[in-house]
């Protein structure tokens, strides 16, 4: 844990210093060797909250993106139940900042539990297994409407450039088609649209994710992987095909969001320069 109750103040770790946890009361010790995070540690037991995992520096820097008041704050259900959220913004909206995997149950269990959610989870362990391709138009665009892009995928060659079906132009060999049910007939490239789409673009992409760590897909709250660079990576479900795609949302305008939003799901939703 980065704080403790020192003196009755949140403080972060200093060496040998003895404190309080905020959130059981029981002792804690400081740990602050030369090649450890400083942290704080329950002592003579196991954490009191059996979500928390082991602080790396990853996790350690994301909640320093926050403010200090933003960190560590603990949610009583009112059934009693008590866990710490890494971060809780002042409007309300929680962040899970996740490094190791995690089963379906506790996922669902910690979405049910703080409910207003997002998740940011260290996409570095399986980047190389994580391909971004071809731009995609805004799914609300009046030129995304009649397009169904075909699934980008490692093993089919040409589908990471860009290749989609026009509703419009299948109608004579499908009449009434539409984009839920239109599954082929005549194909295009990108490379035909390419003004319109960069035109569009809010920051969707198709990918592929080799091995995926099936548990983020189901999800019900907003995930982003953060794959050590400014950008966050959003997995989302493109449009009425069930397509999956990523949005790309700058780190910054990530958190500035998370700050001032009202709802999770509303995060990189808006677009407006930051100041």
Not at 61 to 72: A, I, Q, V, Y
Not at 136 to 163: I, N
Not at 238 to 250: F, I, K, N, Q, S
């Amino acid at each position: 844990m980065q704080y403790a109750l020192l003196d009755g103040e949140r403080r972060e770790a200093v060496s040998g210093a003895l404190g309080t946890c905020p959130t059981c009361g029981a002792s804690m010790v400081a740990k602050c060797g030369p090649r450890i995070i400083h942290h704080w540690e329950h002592r003579g037991r196991r954490n009191c909250d059996p979500w928390w995992e082991n602080e790396t520096e990853w996790h350690r820097g994301w909640k320093n993106l926050f403010p200090e008041s933003c960190r560590e704050i603990a949610h009583t259900a009112p059934d009693g139940e008590i866990h710490r959220a890494d971060i809780k913004t002042p409007t309300g909206i929680y962040i899970e900042v996740q490094h190791s995997s995690i089963t379906d149950a506790e996922r669902t269990s910690r979405e049910g539990f703080y409910q207003n959610l997002v998740w940011v989870i260290d996409g570095r362990p399986f980047r190389q297994n994580f391909d971004i391709y071809h731009m995609l138009p805004d799914p609300t665009s009046r030129l995304a409407q009649d397009l169904v892009w075909v699934k980008a995928a490692r093993s089919m060659a040409g589908t990471s450039s860009g290749t989609f079906f026009r509703v419009s132009a299948n109608q004579k060999y499908y009449p009434g088609v539409t984009k839920a049910t239109l599954r082929g007939g005549l194909i295009e490239g990108l490379d035909r649209i390419k003004p319109e789409v960069e035109a569009s673009y809010r920051g969707h992409h198709q990918y592929h994710w080799a091995s995926p760590r099936k548990t983020w897909l189901d999800a019900a709250c907003p995930v982003y992987i953060d794959f050590g660079d400014e950008w966050l990576v959003r997995l989302e479900v493109y449009d009425e095909t069930g397509l999956r795609c990523v949005r790309l949302v700058a780190k910054r305008k990530f958190v500035h969001d998370a700050i001032s939003e009202m709802r999770a799901e509303d995060i990189a939703t808006r677009f407006y320069p930051l100041a």
